[in-house]
T-cell receptor, first 115, second 114 residues
Framework: GDSVTQMEGPVTLSEEAFLTINCTYT??????LFWYVQYPGEGLQLLLK?????DKGSNKGFEATYRKETTSFHLEKGSVQVSDSAVYFC??????????????FGKGTLLTVNP | EPEVTQTPSHQVTQMGQEVILRCVPI?????FYWYRQILGQKVEFLVS????????KSEIFDDQFSVERPDGSNFTLKIRSTKLEDSAMYFC????????????FGSGTRLTVV
């Protein structure tokens, strides 16, 4: 079945530092890839997505590129802010056509940004 | 922007009691899901629902769990006889027929079984 492996962290950075959170996946088909963010005490919010190989998803300064050759979807941001402190989840959907397109999540990466 | 609404935000129940978690998905969405997140752990798929029936369920979704869409707007998750290990955050999600638009999640219901 489908699976997602992401850097578990926690990751602690200073404001304006560069962020990378690694995510790799295993899927039988051609999945869509997502990054979700969970701020403290809140639900899951879609951060960005990519639906096919070489697509780049971007939002709020975050970017991730769908790399089929390396089965990766690493999240990057050039300059993090304190307000980016949250848990970040990599997820995929649609890899297994029989899966009804449920989301399969990685374990999440806690990011703390210090002023 | 359309939202998925979940109620209650927090529920405390005694072991062995029945609970119903409620969700109002986005009105023109066709696919509905429940996920759970045990504290500090990954988000896990429970069940998907389409065309008024369960389309897929995980191993977690045993006979103690059931889902309903009773009136075309609400989407409920019932746990018949709660166990301590059911304590978790439960998320409802919905999506349109087009996968590329992604899923919209509710803010979750934190269930605490004591």
């Amino acid at each position: 079945g489908d699976s997602v492996t992401q850097m578990e962290g926690p990751v602690t950075l200073s404001e304006e530092a560069f962020l990378t959170i690694n995510c790799t996946y295993t899927a039988t088909g051609y999945p869509s890839l997502f990054w979700y963010v969970q701020y403290p005490g809140e639900g899951l919010q879609l951060l960005l997505k990519a639906t096919k190989a070489d697509d780049k998803g971007s939002n709020k300064g975050f970017e991730a590129t769908y790399r089929k050759e390396t089965t990766s979807f690493h999240l990057e941001k050039g300059s993090v802010q304190v307000s980016d402190s949250a848990v970040y989840f990599c997820a995929l959907s649609g890899g297994d056509r029989g899966s009804n397109y449920k989301l399969t999540f990685g374990k999440g990466t806690l990011l703390t940004v210090n002023p | 922007e359309p939202e998925v609404t979940q109620t209650p935000s927090h529920q405390v129940t005694q072991m062995g009691q029945e609970v119903i978690l409620r969700c109002v998905p986005i009105s023109n969405h066709l696919y509905f899901y429940w996920y759970r997140q045990i504290l500090g752990q990954k988000v896990e798929f429970l069940v998907s629902f389409y065309n008024n029936e369960i389309s897929e369920k995980s191993e977690i979704f045993d006979d103690q769990f059931s889902v309903e869409r009773p009136d075309g707007s609400n989407f409920t998750l019932k746990i018949r006889s709660t166990k301590l290990e059911d304590s978790a955050m439960y998320f409802c999600a919905s999506r349109s027929g087009t996968l590329s638009y992604g899923y919209t999640f509710g803010s979750g219901t934190r269930l605490t079984v004591v």
